[in-house]
Nanobody
């Protein structure tokens, strides 16, 4: 079994900062990519940021220059540093791990249950 768990969500004021963490545990995975998605009420889930095993990063235009993704491969962890947050950043943030076990031929997507981030005065 593969487990993915996020932490670090909460209430933050506009202009403030928050750091999300995600750790993968259970079966060992060869992880190719780790990322953060978010889903606001009434909207579809969207990619926020992702990072490859070579630490190549991708960001949504809406968060560039404000958010920063990083990973600790030794801990199977990925982090999202959120700075200068805005009310429109309010959403449930989901961690995504793309990888495979020894018996798999292709990568699979594994998701956490999400952590709520609310940006409000």
């Amino acid at each position: 079994q593969v487990y993915v768990a996020e932490s670090g969500g909460g209430l933050v004021q506009p202009g403030g900062s928050l750091r999300l963490s995600c750790v993968q545990s259970g079966f060992g995975l060869a992880i190719s990519r780790m990322g953060w998605y978010r889903q606001a009420p009434g909207k579809v889930r969207e990619l926020v940021a992702s990072i490859s095993r070579n630490e190549d990063t991708t960001y949504a235009d809406s968060v560039k220059d404000r958010f920063s993704i990083s990973r600790d491969s030794g801990k199977n962890a990925v982090y999202l540093q959120m700075d200068s947050v805005k009310p429109e950043d309010t959403a449930v943030y989901y961690c995504n791990i793309k990888g495979r076990t020894r018996t798999m031929n292709d990568d699979m997507d594994y998701w956490g249950k999400g952590t709520l981030v609310t940006v409000s005065p």
